[in-house]
């Protein structure tokens, strides 16, 4: 009985990494793809973005109201507070994020990653095949394998993608024993995304850096300091979501007046900038390009409007573009490497924002080298420890809210 049901877990597993693996490539080619489109027509493209947003509304009011909760979705049901999240939202999650990339929207990826991962998670645990396991506790355990997975294979960091899946759902508790089925999706994953040519982000940091006393306590300030921009970010995103909705209570109204007020704003505020991803930022942070000492503030307002309306897309991107472009900005304060800051700001404020503290410290190491895990070590023990608890996700819970 026992090694029928570690057969069926490890099969699971198997499955979600190489379809979902599959899945987030082709998400994430696309996603490249309009990128591309909307630099090159930025002007016409922007234009359309309150449009657009009537159109994302319409799809979700028409095809699956519920995938419209989104992460807040997939943490009651990695919870235990709901049972099922809707196979359509794989579809919807996936075109509309498209869209609002395609027209000019500040927006991440990770969130569809994840929702992906974990929406086909969930559909195939009910399936006869693993009928066999018991399932209260298995539904709880395929979410955090389908995040794992979704994870690894947009980004391709196997070891973040593992450790984010399983320290998320709940602060402060790590789901552990799911650690080995965790891992095979999320590396199954990433060698299927590998497999098929998907390209990963990576940074050299070309300078010596030798801790000392003093370059500890400079790295605790900086994990402070990042602390306080993944604050503002979390803090700015729940209070812009709460005033659009008493403002505006009528969702097509809200994305139509918020994706003008975004348009204008994109369009004024150099010229696209700050619309997309946010990878021009981290290119700029890494490759010596102009970064201005503004760009992280901006970035922050440009993503929490197009979210906090209702446009589709994820925050740890822009959040690694926030982190590294202001730890440019602290670099000369600091007295040391730009690029080395950057770095520690990539990883800090992400952690910060998302209330998460090995998930970013492994990210740092698979994106920019794993010598410089323990610099990253050190900045998220304050980036972690001072973030007044406050994270992105809505649905997270403290462990003492969940016991």
């Known amino acids: 009985m026992i090694v029928r049901k570690e057969a069926s877990m490890l099969l699971f597993s198997l499955i979600i990494g190489c379809v979902v693996g599959a899945l987030e490539v082709g998400f994430g080619k696309i996603l490249l793809l309009v990128t591309s489109i909307r630099i090159n027509n930025f002007g016409y493209w922007i234009l359309l973005l309150p449009i657009i947003g009537l159109l994302i509304e319409w799809l979700y009011k028409t095809f699956s109201q519920k995938s419209q909760e989104g992460m807040g979705l997939i943490f009651k049901v990695g919870q235990g507070e709901e049972r099922d999240i809707p196979l359509m939202l794989i579809p ?129 300030i900086l994990g402070f300091l990042f602390s306080l921009v993944g604050l503002l ?18 969702n097509y109204q809200k994305i139509l007046v918020g994706g003008l007020i975004v348009a204008i704003l994109a369009l004024v505020l150099h010229t696209g900038r700050y619309s997309g991803l946010g990878t021009n930022l981290i290119e700029a942070s890494f490759q010596g390009e102009i970064i201005y000492s503004y760009d992280f503030l901006l970035k922050i307002m440009l993503t929490v409007l197009t979210l906090a309306v209702g446009f589709q897309g994820g925050e740890v991107t822009p959040l690694f573009a926030i982190g590294s472009s202001f730890g440019v900005v602290m670099a000369s304060f600091m007295g040391l490497p730009i690029e080395f800051v950057a770095a520690l700001g990539y990883v800090a404020v992400f952690g910060s924002a998302t209330n998460t503290f090995l998930a970013p410290i492994l990210i740092g190491a698979e994106v920019f080298g794993y010598e410089w895990l323990p610099y990253f070590f050190i900045t998220m023990l304050t980036a972690y420890h001072c973030n007044f608890n406050v994270s992105i996700y809505g649905k997270q819970k403290n462990l003492n809210e969940y016991l």
């Open 233 to 250: 970010f979390s803090v700015s995103l729940k209070q812009a979501k709460a005033y659009f909705t008493r403002w505006m209570p009528n």
């Open 92 to 220: 919807l999650v996936t075109v509309t994020t498209w869209l609002t990339h395609l027209f000019g929207g500040s927006a991440g990826r990770e969130g569809v990653a994840v929702q992906i991962g974990a929406a086909l998670s969930s559909w195939v645990s009910k399936l006869k095949i693993f009928s066999n396991l018991d399932k209260e506790e298995f539904s709880k355990t395929a979410i955090v394998i389908g995040m794992a997975a979704g994870f690894s294979g947009l980004f391709q960091t196997p070891l973040a993608a593992t450790f984010f899946a399983l320290e998320v759902l709940i602060v402060g508790k790590l789901e552990m024993k799911s650690i080995f089925y965790t891992g095979i999706a999320a590396y199954t994953s990433y060698f299927v995304s590998r497999g098929l040519d998907f390209e990963k982000s990576s940074f050299m940091i070309n300078h010596h850096v030798e801790i000392t006393p003093i370059l500890v306590v400079k790295l605790l």
